[in-house]
């Protein structure tokens, strides 16, 4: 789309959105905790997304996948951090402010229940969009109209229907036009088919991959399922209770994991081979509650190697350059740590 | 993995074929209607509320006698008695023309307070669950202390204190009526609040104003009218009330409350006249209630 690259300001290389030690920690209100206890959230996040790329973000529930999506956006206002999109911060004083942002980084939910107005007609939640930016009702409609279209929906036959008269799919495609309707150059898919039947997942991911080039898009796509993330990402961001685990490339993540929360996720996939069913649980026992967090390796107490380094220091992500670099934070791949398998399982 | 086989380069299209009806292009308010007009039983106590409404207006064109003019002689007469079609009361007045006029202040003291209270209390309501936290404490513990009285109490506390006259009943009954109307309004906003398709139009950058118009009202409006027409019947029997107490409509204005009021002595010696303010209370409160239970269910999309 010609508009798209007309505001494709920081070049090509210019990453999409750089994500700085983002944090949001939550107030535990209910009883049985101390006063002041807090829920760690989203805890230091940094990543990096570039244009044209769909970066998959993976985790078990409550890890923060979705607190993460909202911060984004500026949904929920973050504690701390810092978001800079195509070269401009986010509420920085020289940068751009969150409704900019929000021209260009649009969200779908992942209740297509709950996320449509169900006293309005699904074309005319989608033309609320453009309404909001400035257009008139019968024009917000026809663009509303033109990019149902987009979605594999008949306008006619749909756009007057109510939500509750769509099935899940067509109820997410319409949560997919939604976010479209007012030319996003991102969007925040937050688990976009975890709700839907299989066979209508296939359809809707299919979808999201045909608008993607249509309409030149970057993806951050949430999800718990590991083959759905597998499909869809460039790369992968592997969250482990608010905290990033592991990032790398899609292929280089699937083939040779790096840290073993992410070995034990794959491990944890369904196999289609009788002959190597699954046996063991690959992860035993539950998170830990994120209210208050074990020190230093947040995973170190389901770990198979944990050490006294562990105990005593927080891994940090290794430093990472580009598009192909594939980095973990485990005491395990930093020859420094005093781990004792430190650099050779690398 | 299936899905990598299934990989297609078209966008794919959604099943545009399961027999859908014909193609309505309604907004939201014209299929109200629509729904409204299959509903014959709504449509039916919807006209004896107009019926009603129009006998205010045009009382001193359909009221046979002057409702002032008493008679020494005719008092308590039975139906019929020279040409009085519903007998007289205790002072010998037309109770027929009275009845008409009765409407008059009976529909004002049911209808204002109601909707002054659903104005005010509505959008005070609409406001705390909106924006939530020390707003909503401010607001809405406001209203508790309002809801510490007993409500008729509470009317005759204002209504004393302010005097009596219908204006200042009106007030005592608005304010009765504010806290209830508001907490249902808060209430209704902060369940859809939440509701990740308002989080939605908050992302399209939609101001709170925008986003309470389009997408909150819709929500609130049902629960705040349904429970306000159910309060036009409470209204017309607190102003009653508070007119017995000598602190609303005084004597001789007519109206039903008044005359029920007043009437109640003479109970024993002609229980049909005493009946029929009552009856006039009861059927337009019945009709209100059923009217906009009807209206209510036109607005409910899940039907």
């Known amino acids: 789309m010609s508009a798209a690259l007309d505001m494709d300001r920081g070049g090509p290389q210019q990453p999409m959105l750089i994500v700085r030690d983002l944090k949001k920690q939550f107030p535990v209100k209910a009883t049985g905790h101390p006063r002041g206890a807090r829920v760690r959230a989203v805890d230091d996040v940094s990543f990096t997304i570039f244009k044209g790329e769909t970066l998959g973000v993976v985790g078990e529930s409550g890890c923060g996948k979705s607190t993460l999506a909202r911060l984004l956006l500026h949904l929920i206002p973050p504690d701390a951090g810092e978001l800079v999109f195509d070269g401009d911060g986010v509420g920085a004083p020289d940068g751009i402010t969150v409704d900019a942002l929000r021209r260009q980084l649009q969200m779908v939910f992942q209740d297509s229940y709950s996320s449509l107005n169900p006293r309005m007609p699904v074309q005319d939640s989608v033309a609320f969009g453009p309404y909001v930016h400035g257009k008139k009702w019968p024009e917000a409609r026809r663009i509303a109209r033109a990019i149902l279209v987009k979605v594999g929906l008949n306008p006619d036959l749909f756009g007057p229907r109510y939500p509750h008269e769509l099935s899940g799919g067509q109820k997410q495609r319409v949560n997919i036009a939604r976010a479209l309707a007012i030319e996003p150059r991102m969007v925040v898919l937050d688990e976009p088919v975890s709700a839907l039947d299989k066979s209508v997942e296939a359809q809707v991911l299919n979808l999201l991959r045909a608008l993607k080039r249509s309409f030149n898009l970057t993806y951050l796509f949430i999800s718990h399922d590991l083959s759905v993330v597998q499909y869809i990402s460039d790369r992968v961001l592997v969250m482990y209770l608010g905290r990033v685990v592991e990032l790398g490339p899609v292929d280089e993540i699937f083939a040779r994991p790096l840290h073993p929360y992410t070995v034990a996720l794959l491990g944890s996939r369904t196999s289609m081979d009788p002959a190597h069913r699954i046996e063991r649980p690959p992860v035993t026992g539950d998170p830990p509650s994120p209210i208050d967090p074990p020190s230093g390796c947040r995973f170190r107490t389901r770990c198979p190697f944990a050490e006294g380094v562990c105990n005593s220091a927080m891994p940090q992500l290794g430093a990472w350059q580009d598009r192909e670099s594939h980095v973990a934070a485990c005491h395990m791949h930093d020859r420094t740590s005093g781990h004792s398998r430190a650099g050779g399982h690398a | ?303």
């Open chain 2, 1 to 303: 993995m299936s899905l990598t086989q299934t990989a297609g380069t078209a966008i794919p299209a959604a099943w545009n074929d399961d027999g859908a009806p014909s193609v309505r292009v309604r907004t939201y308010w014209q299929s109200v209607g629509v729904r409204l007009r299959r509903d014959e039983v709504t449509l039916a106590f919807g006209a004896i509320v107009l019926a009603i409404v129009l006998v205010a207006i045009f009382a001193p064109a359909l009221a046979p006698f002057d409702p002032y003019k008493g008679s020494i002689v005719g008092r308590l007469k039975p139906f019929g008695w020279r040409g009085h079609p519903l007998g007289t009361d205790e002072l010998g007045r037309d109770l027929l023309s009275r009845l008409i006029y009765g409407a008059r202040s009976s529909l004002l003291m049911g209808l204002v307070p109601v909707v002054v209270a659903m104005l005010t209390g509505g959008t005070l309501g609409v406001i705390a669950g909106f924006a939530g936290k020390r707003v909503n404490t401010v607001i809405m513990r406001m209203m508790d202390v309002f809801y510490a009285f007993p409500s008729v109490l509470l009317a005759v506390a204002i209504s004393g204190a302010m005097g009596g006259g219908m204006l200042n009943g009106m007030i005592a009954l608005s304010l009765v009526f504010i806290p209830a109307l508001c907490r249902i309004a808060e209430t209704a906003t902060a369940q859809v609040r939440t509701l990740e398709y308002i989080e939605a139009a908050r992302a399209t950058g939609a101001g709170a104003l925008t986003i309470i118009r389009h997408h909150v009202l819709g929500n609130v409006l049902g629960p705040v009218f349904i429970y306000a027409s159910s309060l036009v019947s409470v209204a017309i029997l607190l102003a009653s009330g508070l007119s017995f107490l000598g602190l609303g409509i005084k004597p001789p204005t007519a109206d039903w409350g008044l005359m029920l009021s007043t009437l109640r002595d003479s109970i024993y010696v002609n229980p049909w006249i005493c009946a029929l303010p009552g009856a006039a209370i009861f059927v337009t409160s019945i009709c209100f209630n059923l009217l906009s239970d009807g209206i209510r269910a036109a607005m409910d999309v899940r039907l």
